[in-house]
């Protein structure tokens, strides 16, 4: 232990770092190898230091500058500045500045930086950010969380974006997720590849196919299952004799499409398909008007496409308290190679083949009309 401290102190002496300096200080230099290998020996967990370099594992009561790991870094109390450790870095209480560890961060609370390969976990308040592979967790956020799988915090002052999903219970800014969004109250907007869960939703909430809340204006999905909003079937015909039996879902402003049915003009192509977006321009207690844009395809499911895209405006009329009829005019894009496809309509505005294959491309007006059925 001698021989290890002297050695140390020799190269501290070489560094224009002589010991007189150090306890002139209530901070301290601290190299080693690991606990009790240092130049603080088996003191090292009472003392504070501004700077520390350990090859495997260093302990301190408090860190005030830089410290460096080949695998972990224990703080007993707050750390600030820099923090960097190849596995680990723990802090008890508040860790300031920031955190590099090749696994996991641990703190108490953090104003500034914590990156990980694995995971981030605050026990209490983080501002400033979290980056990890895989997973950050916090109480409270103000700032930013970035998690390759998942985020999760209590009260959210800023944005989460995950790979898989976010958790909080009420949220400021942002959720991003390439799966899975949940949160009680939501101030801002909610982003996932499939599913977004919330109560209450003061700014959008966009889903690649469904969206749940209790207020929800803005929903954008296939399916918005919004408590105050409305939900309605719909049987509808165009001008092709397409017939859809569809469901429509929403909240005050915007609503998503989708719906499955039968064309009557075609004897291959026939089963139906729709996807789209509305949304409630003008509404009355007995009339309204809605703009619709539709996806659809006909389908035999053997050789042969059929692709529709329409913008419609359908006025819409109240026959009683939940049921409506609508119809309205519809500008149609159609792209198909299909003998059926190019025969299914007469007159085009424009029409022209693509450069890539027996495929054309039209554009023409059309309408669609139906009846709905609002619960």
Same mark, same amino acid.
Do not use: C
């Given at each position: 232990?001698?021989?290890?401290?002297? +050695?140390?102190? &020799?190269?501290?002496?070489?560094?224009?770092? $002589?010991?007189? *300096?150090?306890? %002139?200080?209530?901070?301290?230099?601290?190299?080693?190898?690991?606990?009790?290998?240092?130049? =603080?020996? +088996?003191?090292?967990?009472? /003392? $504070?230091?501004?700077?520390?370099?350990?090859?495997?594992?260093?302990?301190?009561?408090?860190?005030?500058?830089?410290?460096? %790991?080949?695998?972990?870094?224990?703080?007993?109390?707050?750390?600030?500045?820099?923090?960097?450790?190849?596995?680990?870095?723990?802090?008890?209480?508040?860790?300031?500045?920031?955190? #590099?560890?090749?696994?996991?961060?641990? @703190?108490?609370?953090?104003?500034?930086?914590?990156?990980?390969?694995?995971?981030?976990?605050?026990?209490?308040?983080?501002?400033?950010?979290?980056?990890?592979?895989?997973?950050?967790? &916090?109480?409270?956020?103000?700032?930013?969380?970035?998690?390759?799988?998942?985020?999760?915090?209590?009260?959210? &002052?800023?944005?989460?974006?995950?790979?898989? +999903?976010?958790? *909080?219970?009420?949220?400021?800014?942002?959720?991003?997720a390439g799966f899975m969004n949940t949160a009680k109250d939501v101030k801002g907007s909610q982003i996932a590849g499939f599913i977004n869960i919330a109560k209450k939703v003061k700014g959008a909430q966009i889903a690649g196919f469904i969206n749940v809340a209790d207020s929800s204006d803005f929903p954008i999905g296939i399916i918005n299952l919004v408590k105050n909003g409305e939900k309605s079937i719909a049987l509808t015909t165009d001008e092709n004799l397409t017939t859809l039996a569809t469901f429509r879902s929403g909240g005050k402003k915007l609503y998503g499409i989708i719906g499955i049915g039968y064309n009557f003009e075609n004897t291959e192509a026939v089963y139906a398909f729709e996807v789209g977006?509305?949304?409630?321009?003008?509404?009355? =207690?007995? #009339?309204?008007?809605?703009?619709?844009?539709?996806?659809?395809?006909?389908?035999?499911?053997?050789?042969?496409? @059929?692709?529709?895209?329409?913008?419609?405006?359908?006025?819409? #009329?109240?026959?009683?308290?939940?049921?409506?009829?609508?119809?309205?005019? *519809?500008?149609?894009?159609?792209?198909? /190679?299909? !003998?059926?496809?190019?025969?299914?309509?007469?007159? !085009?505005?424009?029409?022209?083949? %693509?450069?890539?294959?027996?495929?054309?491309? *039209?554009? @023409?007006?059309?309408? $669609?009309?139906?009846?709905?059925?609002?619960?």
């Amino acid at each position: 232990m001698n021989i290890l401290r002297n +050695t140390l102190h &020799a190269i501290l002496f070489a560094s224009g770092l $002589t010991a007189s *300096a150090q306890h %002139s200080s209530n901070e301290k230099i601290h190299l080693g190898l690991v606990y009790p290998l240092s130049s =603080n020996g +088996t003191h090292a967990p009472l /003392d $504070t230091n501004k700077f520390s370099l350990h090859l495997i594992a260093g302990v301190s009561a408090a860190e005030n500058g830089a410290s460096f %790991s080949g695998i972990s870094t224990i703080v007993r109390g707050n750390a600030s500045g820099l923090q960097v450790a190849g596995f680990f870095n723990h802090i008890k209480h508040q860790a300031s500045g920031a955190q #590099f560890a090749g696994v996991l961060n641990t @703190y108490g609370s953090g104003d500034g930086f914590a990156i990980a390969g694995f995971g981030n976990i605050a026990a209490g308040q983080v501002k400033g950010a979290q980056i990890s592979g895989f997973a950050n967790l &916090a109480k409270d956020v103000e700032g930013i969380q970035i998690g390759g799988f998942m985020n999760k915090a209590a009260n959210l &002052a800023g944005s989460q974006f995950a790979g898989f +999903t976010n958790i *909080a219970k009420s949220v400021g800014a942002t959720q991003v997720a390439g799966f899975m969004n949940t949160a009680k109250d939501v101030k801002g907007s909610q982003i996932a590849g499939f599913i977004n869960i919330a109560k209450k939703v003061k700014g959008a909430q966009i889903a690649g196919f469904i969206n749940v809340a209790d207020s929800s204006d803005f929903p954008i999905g296939i399916i918005n299952l919004v408590k105050n909003g409305e939900k309605s079937i719909a049987l509808t015909t165009d001008e092709n004799l397409t017939t859809l039996a569809t469901f429509r879902s929403g909240g005050k402003k915007l609503y998503g499409i989708i719906g499955i049915g039968y064309n009557f003009e075609n004897t291959e192509a026939v089963y139906a398909f729709e996807v789209g977006l509305g949304a409630h321009l003008f509404q009355s =207690n007995s #009339f309204r008007v809605n703009a619709e844009l539709a996806a659809g395809s006909l389908e035999n499911f053997k050789k042969g496409d @059929y692709f529709k895209s329409s913008l419609r405006i359908l006025p819409a #009329f109240k026959i009683s308290p939940n049921i409506e009829i609508f119809a309205g005019p *519809a500008l149609n894009f159609i792209n198909t /190679d299909s !003998y059926e496809g190019r025969t299914l309509t007469k007159k !085009y505005i424009k029409s022209w083949e %693509s450069k890539w294959g027996n495929n054309l491309n *039209a554009l @023409y007006l059309g309408y $669609t009309g139906g009846i709905q059925f609002i619960f």
